[in-house]
């Protein structure tokens, strides 16, 4: 099991609903990240923290809504989502996002089914 | 824009078999690149981290190599076993610890 723990494992919501994606990592590192792997597509990166400042917006819809009140923590709030988010949402920290050294450690990621 | 591409997407052999994985990517300009191993319904777990000065990094039965100038990585599993079945994914990394990845192998190890 890594240090990068998400919740819940399992998501089934309608398009009207609101819910939360919650990520929290244990490794003491400054920088998380939002990914969304969708069936059939690669791994696709959504949002970059840095230090708790947002520093990568990667093109994302604003139904998602990103939210990382400390470093440990980082939310991916849904709002009025589509069929096609249904994916799994990976969440990642590193120690900084600027060493090329840095590996970026996965939690086991939120399984989305959009109804 | 980078991309990055691994051939095949599929791969099924018998247990002992060594297993050869490829990925290529576009833009030469990285820092790294990583393979990463993705059971189902899991996270990626990092295998091998190969900096852009680097040509090979080994670790037990793994073997990735960096072909920077050609834009090419292979990774290479000796005797494989059937625990090795997962899906590998390969990754490079730019400028702001961005990771760009490949759409991933899946390798199914026969007993």
């Known amino acids: 099991e890594t240090g990068v723990t998400q919740t819940p494992r399992h998501l089934v919501m309608g398009m009207t609903n609101k819910k939360s994606l919650k990520c929290e990592q244990h490794l003491g590192h400054n920088a998380m990240y939002w990914y969304k792997q969708s069936a059939k597509k690669p791994l696709e990166l959504m949002f970059v923290y840095s230090l708790e400042e947002r520093v990568e917006n990667n093109s994302v819809p604003s139904r998602f809504s990103p939210e990382c009140p400390n470093s440990s923590h980082l939310f991916l709030h849904l709002h009025t989502l589509q069929p096609e988010d249904s994916a799994l949402y990976l969440c990642?920290?590193?120690?900084?996002?600027?060493?090329?050294?840095?590996?970026?450690?996965f939690g086991p990621g939120t399984r989305l089914t959009v109804l | 824009k980078q991309e990055v591409t691994q051939i095949p997407a599929a791969l099924s052999v018998p247990e002992g078999e060594n297993l050869v994985l490829n990925c290529s990517f576009t833009d030469s300009a990285i820092y790294n690149l990583q393979w990463f191993r993705q059971d189902p319904g899991k996270g990626l777990t990092s295998l091998l981290l190969i900096q852009s000065s680097q040509r090979e990094q080994t670790s037990g039965r793994l073997n990735a190599s960096l072909d920077k100038s050609s834009g090419r990585s292979t990774l290479y599993i000796a005797a494989s076993q059937p625990g090795d079945s997962a899906t590998y994914l390969c990754a490079v990394k730019a400028a702001g610890n961005k990771l760009t990845f490949g759409g991933g192998t899946r390798v199914l190890v026969k007993p």
């Open positions: 990642a920290s590193s120690l900084t996002t600027v060493t090329s050294t840095d590996t970026q450690y």
